[in-house]
């Protein structure tokens, strides 16, 4: 054989490997790219559409509670763990907004975002904005959250909660949003509302306490908390909940002694 002929065999084996090496780069970059989420993506935990268990069928009190907060505890983890993430890259553009380092196009798309989903005012000056949005996006302890979802929906009982993921007491306001209420007033247009995954109703109810106006106190709480270094607990930002139900003051306190009667169980 020819040493010319050896020769271009041996370069079409070297350009064959080379290609296989790029096919292999090009792959794994796509199966990256659409395994890895973008920042702001919604989580969804495994079990969030599966239907709601029958927390009826618990006679025995220590096994309900039980039953209660193992099936929501992994929910409101996943949802704190995406709040932190946001928050953690809020900060990251407050620190480039300190350092007059300009913004990619695909962090002012994201703050957009954010802007709209969280209720800032786009017009700000754009650290102020970021203020704005480190103080509403932060987690809520998951107690709180824990002991909000057996007063709201009956221990997981209620129709709302059963049908509609609705451990929360969460209304809409467009008709066919959600579940008409039984007791509604005259003249009023309210629903109870209606989500198609656990994932989903956590996450808006989180996002209602972060964002809406009737809850700056429990935020302004949090934020003391956090700028003092003190633990943010579910009986310290209870006292941000007046206006979560008409009954105001003895609604705070049924929390704050829901905390306390079932910290056993919140502590798991």
């Not at 969804?44 to 006679?59: E, I």
Request: glycine residues 4%; aromatic residues 10%; charged residues 25%.
């Amino acid at each position: 054989m020819s040493r010319a002929l050896m020769h271009k065999r041996e370069t079409f084996k070297i350009v064959l490997i080379t290609l296989g090496v790029l096919a292999v780069i090009v792959i794994n970059a796509i199966i990256f790219t659409e395994d890895e989420p973008d920042i702001l993506a919604i989580p969804q935990t495994t079990k969030a559409t599966k239907p709601v268990p029958d927390f009826s069928v618990y006679t025995n009190v220590k096994e309900k509670k039980e039953a209660f907060f193992d099936y929501l505890r992994p929910e409101v983890e996943k949802q704190n763990a995406y709040l932190l993430t946001l928050r953690h890259y809020v900060q990251t553009l407050y620190r480039k907004a300190l350092a007059d380092e300009p913004l990619t196009e695909e962090d002012v798309a994201r703050l957009e975002w954010l802007e709209e989903e969280y209720r800032v005012k786009a017009t700000q000056p754009l650290k102020t904005k970021l203020l704005a949005l480190l103080q509403k996006i932060d987690v809520l302890p998951a107690e709180l959250v824990l002991v909000q979802a057996a007063n709201e929906s009956a221990w997981g009982t209620s129709r709302f909660a059963r049908k509609g993921y609705n451990f929360f007491g969460l209304w809409c306001f467009s008709k066919g949003c959600g579940f008409v209420p039984s007791r509604r007033n005259d003249g009023a247009s309210h629903e109870v509302a209606k989500f198609d995954s656990l994932s989903r109703a956590t996450y808006t109810y989180m996002r209602n306490l972060n964002r809406h106006d009737a809850y700056a106190d429990l935020r302004e709480i949090r934020s003391r908390l956090r700028a003092n270094q003190i633990p943010i607990t579910g009986v310290a930002l209870a006292e941000g909940l007046m206006n979560y139900s008409e009954r105001g003051a003895a609604y705070v306190e049924e929390l704050q002694t829901m905390i306390r009667f079932n910290e056993e169980f919140l502590s798991e």
